[in-house]
């Protein structure tokens, strides 16, 4: 293998570990899932192998990340090591489609309905955009040749800054994928990877191979869930209703007849399944037989008239109700194994409710399992994969060709203080008004004894306004709370404001496993503690039943893998808002004494040395120096 291709003088010590494993796996073509915490350098450490090996061997290396922001980290990295070095090679950076389209509107549309449109808009010859790169004959036009040419010298560039480049004429879309045809670094999102049909088209228009690429998938422990979710479907008996109305405003009589029919079908189901309770399991034959029943037509022959009213509609309007429900019941037709089929009442703020039909992808192996086997060697990494051993076994890797690594962290380990404190819980038989006093008690004792800011992450909105009273009138520093209700822009305001408060201290209270508990970085003074009320388990209804049967059924760890574990990631992931860099001082606090048993400890990454206690503020302060950092 040639020189490794670094960003940097050379890897530090715990961080060249992970070089040596990620060129081993690619050299011996096996797979590697890395637990390397926080401050590692994940990404220098595996795209500089990575890069090095694809110049040496030929090969394509996909990067693959679950949010937009992980993308500019790798882009500074391969200008670093393109700096450093010399060297010249590709870089493509592609975020979702529909983000770096030209078109006005597109942004309300939903990822499905985006490409419905997209694709409408292509075969009809009526975006400018895309007819300015391949006109309306399908070639490659002179203009959109140059501009890639263009690009290719400025170096490795991000997807916003290409679309600045070439919104205003092109489709930026497939400008980064000609960029991509002759990129050895691809760097996409895990929809572009993961969903199948979008995979087949995706790597045609790079004309790009699995068998010849390796992936490096970023913050991996996203991925089970994110890919449940995009294999899964669901409709509800609004989109029904809606899908009427529009059928009926383009003038498809006989398709609102039929469209009206199955709202009287999503009404027999909900009287034959739902008597006893909000939710049921449905078959896949019997749905067939009330939709056919009800509207008097033949299933796929119903999907077929639905399909091309949609094409008609779709024609002058970017979306389509009836797409959708002609969509839904396409799918509803796919296997029974690694799938829940399941009816339930859903419940409005103004009490009204309505019915939503779903199929849930229970198994993310039956997308990802074949990727993996196909490339040449992919990497899992992420600070939150403990216990190695789940993912490997949820996404599918093949035991025998995969390396699980657990790193320590390089962080010095007198700058992280870790407590569990057993004496309270939120456990859903003990929540009452004297246990949330008791929460709130303790997290006032040690609020109030850390300099700076803190925060607190409950495991719901619900508990955090249980405890909310009890604290409020009894804290030394500001206080600022995210609503579920609060918008992306509500949210960075919040977030800013909370940052400015820093040097007076304040105290942000959010849920744990939402947007303030991942992916945010507050380091220093921004974040000096965090405190994690309660783990935050989810509701005990049929989706999460038939996940923990199914892991039971196929791993025989359905308790662990279905429901404590992706639980205990979510805890974790908060915690992890502190301590960010080698220079940070902190403290985390895992509140609730389940934290201390042994199948939730074990998720606690072992670096963090994790100490159970009721001395908790004693400890702080010792840790603080007394309130002085």
Same mark, same amino acid.
């Given at each position: 293998?040639?020189?490794?291709?670094?960003?940097? &003088?050379?890897?530090?010590?715990?961080?060249?570990?992970?070089?040596?494993?990620?060129?081993?796996?690619?050299?011996? +073509?096996?797979?590697?899932?890395?637990?390397?915490?926080?401050?590692?350098? +994940?990404?220098?450490?595996?795209?500089?192998?990575?890069?090095?090996?694809?110049?040496?061997?030929?090969?394509?290396?996909?990067?693959?990340?679950?949010?937009?922001?992980?993308? =500019?980290?790798?882009?500074?990295?391969?200008?670093?090591?393109?700096?450093?070095?010399?060297?010249?090679?590709?870089?493509?950076?592609?975020?979702?489609?529909?983000?770096?389209?030209?078109?006005?509107?597109?942004?309300?549309?939903?990822?499905?309905?985006?490409?419905?449109?997209?694709?409408?808009?292509?075969?009809?010859?009526?975006?400018?955009?895309? *007819?300015?790169?391949?006109?309306?004959?399908? =070639?490659?036009?002179?203009?959109?040749?140059?501009?890639?040419?263009?690009?290719?010298?400025?170096?490795?560039?991000?997807?916003?800054?290409?679309?600045?480049?070439?919104?205003?004429?092109?489709?930026?879309?497939?400008?980064?994928?000609?960029?991509?045809?002759?990129?050895?670094?691809?760097?996409?999102?895990?929809?572009?990877?993961?969903?199948?049909?979008?995979?087949?088209?995706?790597?045609?228009?790079?004309?790009?191979?699995?068998?010849?690429?390796?992936?490096?998938?970023?913050?991996?422990?996203?991925?089970? /869930?994110?890919?449940?979710?995009?294999?899964?479907?669901?409709?509800?008996?609004?989109?029904?209703?809606?899908?009427?109305?529009?059928?009926?405003?383009?003038?498809?009589?006989?398709?609102?007849?039929?469209?009206?029919?199955?709202?009287?079908?999503?009404?027999?189901?909900?009287? *034959?399944?739902?008597?006893?309770?909000?939710?049921?399991?449905?078959?896949?034959?019997?749905?067939?037989?009330?939709?056919?029943?009800?509207?008097?037509?033949?299933? &796929?022959?119903?999907?077929? &008239?639905?399909?091309?009213?949609?094409?008609?509609?779709?024609?002058?309007?970017?979306?389509?109700?009836?797409?959708?429900?002609?969509?839904?019941?396409?799918?509803?037709?796919?296997?029974?194994?690694?799938?829940?089929?399941?009816?339930?009442?859903?419940?409005?703020?103004?009490?009204?409710?309505?019915?939503?039909?779903?199929?849930?992808?229970?198994?993310?192996?039956?997308?990802?399992?074949?990727?993996?086997?196909?490339?040449?060697?992919?990497?899992?990494?992420?600070?939150?994969?403990?216990?190695?051993?789940?993912?490997?076994?949820?996404?599918?890797?093949?035991?025998?060709?995969?390396?699980?690594?657990?790193?320590?962290?390089?962080?010095?380990?007198?700058?992280?203080?870790?407590?569990?404190?057993?004496?309270?819980?939120?456990?859903?038989?003990?929540?009452?008004?004297?246990?949330?006093?008791?929460?709130?008690?303790?997290?006032?004792?040690?609020?109030?004894?850390?300099?700076?800011?803190?925060?607190?992450?409950?495991?719901?909105?619900?508990?955090?306004?249980?405890?909310?009273?009890?604290?409020?009138?009894?804290?030394?520093?500001?206080?600022?709370?995210?609503?579920?209700?609060?918008?992306?822009?509500?949210?960075?305001?919040?977030?800013?404001?909370?940052?400015?408060?820093?040097?007076?201290?304040?105290?942000?209270?959010?849920?744990?496993?939402?947007?303030?508990?991942?992916?945010?970085?507050?380091?220093?003074?921004?974040?000096?503690?965090?405190?994690?009320?309660?783990?935050?388990?989810?509701?005990?209804?049929?989706?999460?039943?038939?996940?923990?049967?199914?892991?039971?059924?196929?791993?025989?760890?359905?308790?662990?893998?279905?429901?404590?574990?992706?639980?205990?990631?979510?805890?974790?992931?908060?915690? /992890?808002?502190?301590?960010?860099?080698?220079?940070?001082?902190?403290?985390?606090?895992?509140?609730?004494?389940?934290?201390?048993?042994?199948?939730?400890?074990?998720?606690?990454?072992?670096?963090?040395?994790?100490?159970?206690?009721?001395?908790?503020?004693?400890?702080?302060?010792?840790?603080?120096?007394?309130?002085?950092?």
């Amino acid at each position: 293998m040639s020189q490794l291709l670094f960003p940097f &003088d050379k890897p530090r010590e715990i961080q060249s570990e992970l070089v040596v494993d990620v060129q081993n796996a690619i050299q011996n +073509k096996r797979h590697l899932i890395a637990h390397a915490p926080t401050g590692l350098g +994940k990404t220098a450490a595996t795209l500089g192998p990575a890069l090095t090996a694809a110049l040496d061997s030929g090969y394509n290396v996909f990067f693959l990340t679950p949010k937009h922001a992980q993308h =500019q980290i790798a882009i500074e990295t391969l200008q670093k090591i393109r700096a450093r070095h010399g060297v010249k090679f590709g870089v493509a950076d592609l975020i979702g489609k529909k983000w770096m389209c030209s078109m006005q509107g597109v942004d309300k549309l939903s990822s499905k309905e985006f490409n419905e449109f997209c694709k409408n808009m292509r075969e009809d010859e009526k975006c400018p955009y895309f *007819n300015a790169v391949y006109g309306k004959k399908s =070639q490659l036009q002179g203009g959109a040749m140059q501009l890639v040419s263009e690009l290719k010298g400025r170096g490795p560039l991000h997807a916003e800054e290409l679309f600045s480049a070439a919104h205003e004429n092109f489709c930026s879309y497939e400008i980064a994928a000609l960029l991509g045809r002759d990129a050895q670094i691809v760097i996409a999102d895990y929809f572009h990877i993961f969903q199948p049909s979008v995979r087949q088209f995706f790597l045609g228009r790079l004309r790009k191979e699995l068998k010849n690429s390796v992936l490096i998938i970023d913050e991996g422990h996203n991925l089970p /869930g994110r890919v449940r979710e995009i294999l899964s479907e669901r409709l509800t008996s609004f989109v029904v209703d809606r899908a009427a109305k529009e059928a009926n405003a383009f003038h498809f009589d006989d398709l609102v007849a039929c469209l009206n029919y199955m709202s009287d079908a999503f009404d027999n189901l909900t009287k *034959n399944y739902l008597s006893e309770g909000p939710e049921n399991f449905v078959k896949k034959e019997e749905f067939i037989s009330e939709v056919e029943t009800s509207t008097g037509r033949d299933y &796929d022959e119903l999907i077929g &008239d639905l399909e091309a009213a949609a094409i008609e509609i779709r024609k002058s309007a970017k979306k389509s109700f009836v797409g959708a429900v002609a969509e839904f019941l396409e799918k509803w037709q796919g296997d029974d194994i690694g799938f829940s089929r399941i009816l339930k009442k859903k419940f409005l703020k103004s009490g009204k409710h309505f019915i939503e039909v779903s199929y849930n992808c229970l198994s993310p192996a039956i997308s990802v399992g074949e990727v993996i086997k196909e490339s040449v060697s992919t990497i899992l990494m992420s600070g939150t994969l403990v216990p190695c051993e789940m993912y490997r076994d949820l996404l599918g890797f093949p035991v025998e060709k995969t390396d699980l690594k657990t790193y320590p962290s390089p962080f010095p380990p007198q700058n992280r203080l870790v407590l569990i404190e057993p004496s309270t819980t939120t456990k859903f038989t003990s929540r009452n008004t004297d246990e949330y006093k008791k929460i709130a008690s303790e997290c006032v004792g040690i609020v109030n004894t850390v300099p700076n800011n803190c925060a607190i992450f409950f495991p719901s909105y619900y508990i955090m306004q249980s405890v909310l009273p009890f604290l409020e009138g009894k804290l030394s520093k500001q206080l600022f709370i995210d609503r579920s209700d609060l918008t992306k822009q509500q949210r960075s305001a919040l977030l800013a404001a909370f940052k400015n408060a820093a040097s007076s201290g304040a105290l942000l209270l959010a849920v744990q496993g939402g947007s303030m508990s991942e992916g945010i970085d507050l380091p220093g003074e921004f974040l000096k503690c965090v405190v994690v009320v309660g783990v935050p388990l989810a509701s005990p209804d049929l989706a999460t039943k038939s996940l923990i049967d199914f892991y039971d059924y196929k791993y025989n760890r359905g308790w662990d893998y279905g429901y404590i574990y992706p639980a205990m990631t979510r805890a974790i992931q908060a915690a /992890g808002r502190c301590i960010r860099s080698p220079e940070d001082r902190g403290a985390v606090i895992f509140m609730d004494k389940r934290f201390a048993w042994g199948n939730y400890l074990k998720c606690i990454p072992p670096e963090w040395k994790a100490v159970t206690t009721r001395l908790v503020s004693e400890k702080i302060k010792k840790f603080f120096g007394n309130g002085k950092d």
